[in-house]
């Protein structure tokens, strides 16, 4: 496998804002990145499930196979440790899933659904289940590599950082749903308790006036040595607060320059209702954050252009599914993530890296040294296995 080689960018510049708003801009040297190849795993099932997490050990690696609601969970030579499925009507079951599967340790696993979070052993015997911190409604879920709830330290404990999915008593057609929006929650997974974090700041677009729907605003989230890194999906800033389980205080945003980042526009607020939820897997966002190695690493997706996505849907509408299936898959082919690079210490941007050829280009997940890919199939040839790239992002 070819290492994805860049020349990072020389004098390449973002905006920083303090919460004062006052702004600086950093120039840096050109620096060499890579992301190289150390290892893959091959896991032998038939279908195609999602890789979904690892631990911070880099010890397991878990899966979820859609078509059979089936959580697989192996070791890092691919050999499946556990395997099961909780989409029965029983007290142990999840419910609809709000969350891939989440690694926690080395013998326990974390789901998120309609009726709770739920936490299992590796054979999927309930360890305990905790409450939302609100009666569900109605909520939706983005399935993406990288894309799911998160074990975070923080003063030594740790604790689950997820989506927050708190109604609020109110939906995104009011201007209450902005006023008292909170991104994610972090759950104290020895009392349950919870606390929302992650309000839209003042420089957001999302106070616009304009309605946005749930893959709008989806968040990408991190914490490390007392920070929380957070970005509300297609509004191309990264906020960073200093954070304890009690509160977060804005620290500094950066307004990232991403080249060719369609950017969703609102839509009248009389257009939705309560109780509906939308997502659109073409829309550009900031997909997932991540800090390795003092580099502070922000993945994202440019979407389709969204006059394609309407002709696209012009065809569906009026009968022609093939043809506006085939100009999706063109555009979202077409589209290509990256990986916007910056120094943990100084915020300094260091430089932009494609991703490697021939992994689904949706997302990627780590654990705390190595980025784990999922190559693409195959399509012209049937496979009985799924391949896993462990890959090292590096300096010359």
């Not at 073409?282 to 969204?306: E, S």
Request: charged letters at 25%.
């Amino acid at each position: 496998m070819r290492k994805s080689l860049l020349i990072l960018l020389l004098f390449s510049s973002f905006g920083l804002f303090s919460c004062e708003e006052k702004e600086i801009v950093t120039e840096v040297a050109p620096i060499e990145l890579s992301i190289d190849m150390v290892d893959s795993l091959d896991l032998e099932i038939l279908g195609n499930p999602l890789m979904a997490s690892v631990n911070k050990e880099g010890s397991l690696i878990s899966f979820f196979d859609f078509p059979s609601s089936e959580t697989i969970i192996t070791n890092s030579n691919g050999e499946i440790l556990g395997q099961f499925s909780k989409k029965e009507d029983t007290p142990d079951a999840y419910g609809f899933k709000l969350e891939l599967p989440v690694l926690w340790g080395e013998d326990r696993v974390i789901l998120i659904g309609m009726r709770g979070i739920f936490i299992y052993d590796l054979d999927g015997n309930m360890i305990k289940k905790i409450d939302h911190a609100e009666a569900m409604g109605s909520a939706g879920s983005m399935s993406m590599p990288g894309l799911t709830a998160k074990i975070v330290r923080l003063e030594g404990k740790e604790y689950l950082m997820t989506k927050s999915f708190r109604s609020r008593d109110t939906y995104p057609g009011e201007q209450k749903f902005y006023d008292t929006y909170k991104a994610v929650e972090l759950v104290d997974l020895e009392t349950g308790e919870m606390q929302d974090f992650g309000p839209f700041e003042a420089d957001t677009k999302f106070l616009d006036g304009m309605g946005y729907v749930q893959s709008d605003y989806a968040p990408a989230f991190h914490v490390r040595n007392g920070k929380l890194y957070l970005s509300h999906g297609s509004d191309p800033i990264l906020y960073i607060y200093d954070f304890s389980a009690e509160e977060a205080k804005l620290d500094t945003a950066i307004h990232l320059a991403i080249p060719d980042f369609y950017e969703v526009e609102g839509l009248p607020r009389s257009e939705f209702s309560p109780g509906n939820v939308t997502i659109n897997g073409g829309t550009a966002a900031i997909r997932n954050i991540l800090i390795q190695d003092g580099k502070v690493l922000v993945h994202y997706y440019p979407g389709i252009d969204p006059k394609i996505m309407e002709e696209a849907r012009a065809l569906w509408s009026t009968g022609k599914e093939e043809e506006g299936e085939a100009i999706y898959n063109k555009a979202a082919s077409e589209t290509k993530p990256g990986i916007l690079v910056f120094d943990e210490k100084s915020l300094n941007y260091l430089g932009t890296l494609s991703f490697p050829t021939g992994i689904n280009p949706s997302g990627f997940m780590a654990d705390d040294n190595f980025l784990y890919f999922q190559r693409t199939p195959d399509p012209d040839v049937e496979e009985d296995f799924l391949r896993i790239y462990k890959k090292k992002l590096t300096e010359k």
